[in-house]
């Protein structure tokens, strides 16, 4: 008889809810459902409420349940709001559970551990970016160096991605900048097993070179009102399981 787990938690990704007519991506070919998001969480939060055991860690936009709630910040909360801003509303997650990050006042990652053996990481994916940097401030300044320096086309706009780490776990294109850096200090340390991320709608997976797992959620965003874009992650002693919902497949 398999053991129970030590820890489970929920995860989502890309809900973007707008009181909106459904639209489509940028490139006007990917049909973005804005309402029924909405909907697809409510009934997350539901299977989730209903986990027996009931889940320690969980995405809890609805406030429905009485669990710590970590927002990873993207694109969409720096295209309408300043870090300034952000740090003052409930998408601010450090207060929920984490306290430990690093002294530089404008990275926002932080860890936490919710049970013995296990610490989980908030990466600042775009913590070297000009969205949501003051204009007038050294780190908006060398993020436009840098991104005049790698991309040499008139519009200057940031790369689509950013939470993705590894190549393999997106489409090759949505990428962290720095990447290649976060990956090094990944790799350095052998106790990382699990490296979560989102942004890219279509989802992926890829085990790298070191063993580390790289699952990229697919997005609720892009999901049709008859599907659903979410999972409970089991942690054991020796592994974790996936027990996804809708687009997301077991692992």
Not at 219 to 237: H, K, M, Q, R
């Amino acid at each position: 008889m398999q053991a129970a787990p030590r820890l489970a938690f929920g995860v989502i990704a890309d809900i973007q809810f707008a009181d909106a007519e459904d639209g489509y991506d940028f490139g006007g070919y990917r049909r973005r459902y804005y309402r029924h998001s909405l909907r697809l969480l409510q009934e997350a939060v539901r299977a989730w409420a209903g986990e027996s055991p009931p889940i320690d860690f969980v995405l809890d936009v609805l406030g429905q349940l009485s669990v710590p709630v970590h927002h990873a910040w993207g694109n969409h909360e720096l295209y309408n709001f300043s870090r300034a801003r952000l740090v003052q509303t409930g998408l601010y997650s450090r207060a929920a559970g984490g306290s430990a990050g690093p002294a530089d006042r404008e990275c926002h990652a932080y860890h936490w551990s919710p049970a013995p053996g296990l610490r989980l990481v908030v990466l600042d994916t775009y913590d070297t970016s000009t969205l949501g940097t003051d204009p007038g401030s050294l780190r908006y300044q060398e993020s436009l160096r840098l991104l005049r320096e790698k991309n040499p086309n008139d519009d200057l706009n940031s790369p689509e991605a950013h939470v993705p780490l590894h190549p393999c776990a997106s489409n090759g294109v949505c990428l962290a900048w720095n990447y290649e850096a976060a990956l090094s200090v990944i790799h350095a340390h052998r106790s990382v097993v699990c490296v979560l991320a989102g942004h890219l709608h279509d989802g992926a997976y890829c085990l790298d070179c070191h063993g580390v797992h790289h699952l990229t959620l697919e997005g609720v965003i892009e999901t049709p009102p008859d599907s659903n874009a979410f999972g409970t992650i089991y942690v054991y002693e020796d592994k974790m399981v996936l027990k996804g919902r809708g687009r997301i497949p077991d692992r």
